[in-house]
């Protein structure tokens, strides 16, 4: 079985206010080795608790707006917006 690698950026999507955007936390240009993993979270939200973790483990806070959105629409939203960053 082959080894995952995680993310060179770490980013977990969090419905808390005062995460900033997705796109703020990435680089203008990707570079060509660059990787993105995104924790998405459950419904309902983080807890403190989680939300503590996460960032003690090195992944960083990122919003979609100001809509919470389903776990699965938000994985969808996310990755749209990855494409749309780095696939010009």
Request: some cysteine; glycine content about 6%; aromatic content about 4%.
């Amino acid at each position: 079985m082959a080894r995952r690698t995680p993310g060179r950026r770490r980013c977990f999507l969090d419905e808390h206010p005062g995460a900033p955007p997705l796109p703020a936390a990435l680089p203008a240009e990707r570079l060509p080795d660059d990787s993105v993993a995104l924790l998405v979270g459950p419904e309902g939200g983080w807890t403190d608790s989680e939300r503590a973790q996460a960032q003690a483990a090195a992944w960083t806070a990122v919003s979609l707006g100001p809509l919470v959105l389903r776990s699965e629409t938000a994985a969808t939203a996310a990755l749209a917006i990855l494409a749309t960053a780095w696939l010009r």
